[in-house]
């Protein structure tokens, strides 16, 4: 017979399915009466140790009642919280401004269909030259430790203004520390939406739906600059509209420059080289004004009108501001005096 080892190795673990007292098992602990008189502090401590845990052994870790204490906790839930949105910055419209006074109604109108598009936006206006608010007054007219803004110019190329002019402007207003921050976007040319607002107003005018007949062709008559990028954006806008229209479109300027020399007489000269028999003149502009009159008055058939309030250029500002949003706001001047 094997001896047995009043001492096991001590690396030994004990079967825990085995009883540690086979011949005398533990009896079994009863709880205290909760009736019985208390004699002593310490029974008075059992007595409340007891029903504490008999208590908690109802109660989940979510602090809900339950009725079975050898089930599973539920987790309890994670607060969760909206991701804070910022406000957005203002949309400031740039106009160039004229004398004729249909060109604000005009562009009031313009900013009514850009606010029914984007209900909630704080839309502004702001004008360069000739009509109030000029844009140093708009600028200041910012609150102080708003969101900023996006100077969107409503102009159809590049230039003087969109590279000089309106950047100067936004680095010179002012501006405490990173409050109102001010970005700029793109001018709204050369754009598809644009050849759509064209197209109906040429359509508005008289121009044959469907397939035009041959023997027809279009002046894209534009204001003029001397920055070579200008004639660059006008000529790829007559591209698209040509495309659209299926008729040649020669772009052609009411001021003429070095950089862009050719009139709309000259225009109509070179489609009719061309074959055309019935040009329009397509007005490339926001908005009536003597340079719009212009060009309408050298018209021999039809002349559009300018694009206006049309929805697809209410669209395009709201593009070319998306579009600036994410942009890096325009470094701030210190402007001293003299």
């Known amino acids: 017979m094997t001896p047995s080892n009043p001492h096991p190795h001590p690396t030994a673990l004990p079967d825990p399915t085995a009883s540690q007292d086979p011949v005398s098992p533990q009896a079994p602990v009863t709880p205290p009466d909760p009736a019985a008189p208390l004699d002593t502090t310490a029974q008075l401590i059992t ?10 052994g109802h109660v989940t870790l979510n602090g809900s009642p339950g009725t079975d204490p050898t089930r599973t906790p539920t987790r309890t839930p994670v607060p969760t919280f909206p991701t804070p949105t910022l406000p957005a910055p203002a949309l400031l419209l740039v106009a160039h401004g004229s004398r004729d006074p249909r060109a604000r109604r005009t562009v009031t109108a313009l900013l009514d269909v850009v606010r029914a598009l984007r209900p909630g936006l704080d839309v502004r206006l702001g004008h360069i030259e000739l009509n109030e608010p000029g844009l140093d007054e708009a600028l200041r007219g910012l609150p102080a430790d708003g969101p900023g803004a996006v100077l969107v110019p409503l102009l159809l190329s590049r230039g003087y203004h969109v590279k000089h002019d ?8 002012p501006r405490s520390g990173a409050s109102r921050p001010l970005r700029l ?20 005018a008289g121009w044959p739906a469907g397939a035009a007949a041959e023997g027809h062709g279009v002046v894209l008559a534009a204001a003029g600059s001397r920055d070579p990028d200008a004639a660059v954006d006008t000529r790829r806008a007559a591209g698209l509209l040509s495309r659209r229209l299926g008729v040649p479109v020669v772009p052609a300027y009411a001021a003429p420059t070095e950089q862009t020399p050719t009139t709309v007489a000259a225009a109509l000269s070179a489609l009719a080289a061309r074959g055309v028999r019935r040009a329009a003149v397509a007005s ?10 212009q060009v309408a008055d050298a018209a021999p058939w039809l002349a559009a009108a300018p694009l206006g309030a049309h929805p697809a250029l209410a669209a ?3 593009h070319r501001y998306d579009q600036a949003r994410s942009a890096a706001p325009v470094p701030h001047r210190h402007l001293t005096s003299a």
């Open 166 to 173: 309106i950047p100067a402007a936004a680095a010179a207003a």
């Open 284 to 293: 490339y502009f926001t908005a009536p004004g003597r340079f719009a009159t």
């Open 316 to 318: 395009l500002l709201l």
């Open 47 to 56: 007595r409340i140790t007891s029903e504490l845990g008999t208590r908690l």
């Open 185 to 204: 976007a793109a001018p709204l040319g050369p754009h598809p939406l644009l050849v759509e607002a064209l197209h109906t107003r040429l359509a508005e």
